[in-house]
């Protein structure tokens, strides 16, 4: 839903152009709404150790030169996306980056310029309004007005960048996660999630609410919805209506991941090698796309950049519920590996990592800023 209470993006075909859902699998893995601090407790334990190994607590910090902090934490992402050359522009989803001024007149003065800037780049509704700052899709929504602006910008922080960029009316969604050792010729793909956005069907009786509770998987997860589509659960759908759970493209949110890496393919990979290699000094990180055809993907084209994530991102695919807690970690601990081997690897080049101290305060500065963000749709 909107700010205005508009409906998402419907389509009578849910997951258009995507592999059909494998709807035999568990609704979710007992370990996927675990709390973080206990989940991410035996990675923390074996970065310790990495650091250790390689003698560099945040050589993390080290792997993406080119990126503040590598975009581990506090990563902007209208910085990284900046990061990409021309010959590769015309893939991402175009944007503009806007400041949620503060002090009296602050509001107005937000909404007056997000109405120039979007004018000046020819952007028109519906967008997508997301922190410039901020992971697991925080603050992200839908807006399909300068009202619904309006709405988002006055309860952004003052202070903070946003952004407003293009909506790309595909269906499909996925996480194409890349490494590549500095040094060699051609990188590689090591993680290719599929994501698939929950759903329910109107049958001209049952409310949102009682149909979100009936899902086998939504009502398991109805805490994620309920709050979301709040203005709308007590309206008996149409018969036939089809309402998106889910807009924001991330499993804490509540949509359904699926490992896709037996799907990665040649072409799709050489199509990433050329885009990553486009930003300077970058060399591990996920590319989150849009598509709206899975065999044009597949062979490398078709689809459009929404965001990028550096040494923050995660191979996404360890979320798809038929994943056990031992290939999790074991997808995960590759990933830390290849961090700290690369960060390594480009201090012996010349780079430094970022301080400590100087982490501790971007993270906590990261953290400060997404409790003020609005609620995700």
């Known amino acids: 839903m909107s700010a205005d209470n508009t409906p998402l993006p419907r389509t009578d075909a849910p997951h258009a152009g995507m592999p059909m859902l494998d709807e035999t699998a568990a609704e979710t893995s007992w370990f996927e709404f675990a709390p973080a601090h206990l989940f991410y407790t035996p990675i923390a334990l074996y970065c310790g150790w990495l650091s250790l190994r390689h003698l560099g ?12 902090y590598s975009g581990l934490v506090g990563e902007s992402k209208d910085r990284v996306l900046s990061e990409v ?13 806007l400041l949620r001024w503060g002090g009296e007149g602050g509001l107005e003065r937000t909404v007056s310029d997000a109405a120039a800037a979007l004018a000046e780049a020819g952007l028109v509704y519906p967008l997508v309004a997301k922190p410039d700052i ?25 202070g903070a960048n946003f952004l407003l960029q293009a909506l790309v009316e595909e269906e499909g969604e996925a996480g194409v996660f890349y490494i590549r050792e ?39 997860l109805a805490h994620l919805y309920l709050e979301r589509h709040r203005d709308r659960l007590d309206d008996v759908i149409p018969v036939g209506e089809s309402i998106r759970l889910a807009f924001a493209g991330n499993h804490c949110r509540g949509t359904i991941f699926r490992n896709g890496n037996d ?82 690897t480009n201090r012996r080049r010349g780079f430094s990592p970022t301080p400590l101290l ?15 963000y609005p609620i995700t749709h």
């Open 263 to 344: 799907q990665i393919t040649d072409a799709m990979t050489e199509a990433f090698d050329q885009i990553a290699r486009s930003i300077d000094e970058f060399y591990i990180g996920r590319f989150d796309i849009r598509f709206g055809d899975f065999d044009a993907l597949k062979a490398g084209h078709g689809f459009k950049i929404i965001e990028i994530n550096g040494a923050g991102g995660e191979q996404t695919h360890i979320w798809d519920s038929r994943t056990t807690l031992r290939q999790a970690y074991r997808a995960l601990m590759q990933q830390f590996g290849a961090l700290y081997r690369i960060g390594a």
């Open 85 to 97: 050359n021309d010959g590769a522009r015309h893939l991402l989803a175009p944007y503009v980056q």
């Open 57 to 68: 607590p945040t050589l993390l910090t080290n792997c993406n030169p080119s990126l503040p």
């Open 358 to 372: 100087t982490l501790i305060r971007a993270w906590l500065g990261e953290k400060k800023l997404t409790k003020h």
């Open 134 to 158: 901020g992971m697991r899709g925080a603050g992200v929504q839908l807006v399909h007005s300068h009202e619904d602006v309006k709405s988002y910008v006055s309860t952004f922080p003052a």
């Open 182 to 220: 500095p040094g060699e010729e051609k990188g590689r793909i090591t993680s290719l999630t599929l994501k698939y956005f929950p759903r329910v069907t109107g049958d001209g009786k049952s409310t949102l609410r009682d149909l979100i509770m009936m899902d086998t998987r939504a009502g398991k």
